[in-house]
């Protein structure tokens, strides 16, 4: 039985930072691709940013490169997003997905498999 569990949502101001982590348990972590996925109100899922199985190659969507960082802990079974100098269109719900296998990820949530809860981040002033 596998469990993804999101934290560190929040409301932050923009050009704020936040620390996302995406837990997992009932797997062995190295063997999952990890992919950060965000979705507003009213809009359409989107990719935030994915790290490779075994090697750890990162993608970045260009909305967010060069200001969010991926990271994963395989030790703890654990996958972080930064999120730095945020943006009002940042606001939206992160979800964090695992696929299993996924030497090569990519940013279509259609390929992965299993998928936490979410965790909201608002920026606002």
């Known amino acids: 039985q596998l469990q993804v569990v999101e934290s560190g949502g929040g409301l932050v101001q923009p050009g704020g930072s936040l620390r996302l982590s995406c837990t997992a348990s009932?797997?062995?972590?190295?063997?999952?691709?990890i992919g950060w996925f965000r979705q507003a109100p009213g809009k359409e899922r989107e990719g935030v940013s994915c790290i490779s199985s075994r090697t750890g190659i990162t993608k970045y969507a260009d909305s967010v490169a060069g200001r969010f960082t991926i990271s994963r802990d395989n030790a703890k079974n654990t996958a972080y997003l930064q999120l730095s100098s945020l943006k009002h269109e940042d606001t939206a719900i992160y979800f964090c997905?695992?696929?299993?296998?996924?030497?090569?990820?990519?940013?279509?949530?259609?390929?992965?498999?299993?998928w936490g809860q979410g965790t909201q981040v608002t920026v606002s002033s």
């Open positions: 009932g797997f062995t972590l190295d063997d999952y691709a």
């Open positions: 997905a695992l696929m299993w296998g996924g030497y090569d990820p990519g940013l279509s949530f259609y390929d992965y498999n299993y």
